[in-house]
């Protein structure tokens, strides 16, 4: 039988039964491997023959993208495909293929769930009323959501679906994307921010959704968070290192922001002495905005028909470097 690995702690800790994905393989006469806890000389051992990987965070990088062999598709369950060197793989016309549309209600749900949460001081509110605190003024400053300025960074997938909900509470909106035409802001009704330094000086929220890339990496520093209003606040669903957590902790801590709704962190787990963990202003969700049961299942099923369908030899349908086709003879 050919081997599938399947690599990467995120992976395992997701999904902790890969009986749907061993019996799935079995069905297309291919073998599941699991590298668990692997150095990246173990794992290129274990890739050396393998015709296909699947993984969530672990580093794909040059040296162990060369010595795959005989592989036909680099596949991460995941949205975020940030752990693979994509130029690599693109180098031996290996697909990278993702799961990009399996979890966009849920992590728009989730934004809005942070954003409205930290708007009405729910965190604070329930400590209090556990203890029969019953007043509201240690709640002050509270603002109504209507005519509010939300301003969505990326207007992919999950940019989009949080549009419809934001507006349901009466929101104005904006966004910034250098990479959607004009007629998708048109169709959405909402306005376009050419500059993120524009979005961030008017919007009351900010939520992020632009993938992790070097053009992305620090995006929200402390340049950027000086530029917003003193009772803003900012939400991250998307990847961690976009906002640099050193000058967001110094930010909150000056008052320079209301507030911060984190899904996402630099480094995950984060150690006990991360400084967002212990603030009254930040609330922090432990990389949870993908997950709802049927996300969970959807998952599973997006991949494994994406891993079926290419080694069976049809063209993936979510891939991230597409113009491997137009190499192949």
């Not at 680099?74 to 990009?100: E, M, Q, R």
């Not at 002050?140 to 960074?153: D, E, H």
């Not at 049961?293 to 959807?298: D, G, I, K, V």
Request: include cysteine; glycine fraction near 6%.
């Amino acid at each position: 039988m050919e081997k599938v690995v399947f690599t990467g702690s995120r992976l395992f800790m997701k999904f902790p039964n890969l009986e749907y994905f061993e019996k799935r393989l079995k069905e297309i006469d291919c073998e599941l491997v699991e590298v668990r806890d692997a150095d990246d000389e173990a794992l290129k051992t274990q890739l050396k023959n393998a015709i296909a990987v699947a993984l969530i965070a672990r580093n794909l990088n040059a040296e162990i993208i060369g010595a795959m062999e005989r592989c036909r598709i680099i596949l991460t369950l995941s949205v975020g495909y940030d752990c693979v060197d994509v130029a690599a793989a693109t180098a031996k016309l290996i697909p990278v293929c993702n799961t990009p549309a399996y979890c966009t209600d849920e992590v728009a749900n989730h934004a809005i769930t942070l954003l409205l949460s930290l708007a009405r001081k729910i965190h604070l509110i329930v400590p209090k009323s556990r203890e029969a605190v019953w007043d509201y003024k240690y709640t002050k400053p509270i603002f109504n959501f209507k005519s509010k300025i939300l301003g969505i960074v990326g207007l992919g997938r999950v940019g989009r679906a949080l549009v419809p909900k934001a507006k349901g509470f009466g929101m104005k909106i904006c966004a910034y994307d250098p990479y959607v035409e004009d007629d998708i802001f048109a169709l959405l009704g909402i306005e376009r921010k050419y500059e993120l330094t524009e979005l961030l000086k008017e919007a009351d929220y900010v939520s992020i959704h632009t993938p992790l890339t070097p053009e992305t990496y620090h995006m929200i520093d402390a340049a950027a968070l000086a530029r917003m209003k003193e009772q803003a606040i900012i939400i991250n669903t998307a990847r961690g290192p976009i906002i640099d957590e050193e000058a967001l902790a110094d930010t909150l801590d000056s008052g320079k922001i209301a507030a911060a709704g984190i899904d996402v962190l630099e480094t995950e787990p984060p150690g006990a002495d991360n400084p967002l963990l212990s603030k009254q202003n930040a609330l922090v969700t432990p990389h949870v905005a993908w997950y709802s049961e049927e996300a969970f299942e959807a998952d599973m099923v997006d991949g494994m028909d994406e891993l079926e369908r290419v080694l069976q030899g049809k063209r993936p349908r979510f891939i991230v470097n597409p113009e491997i086709f137009g190499r192949r003879k």
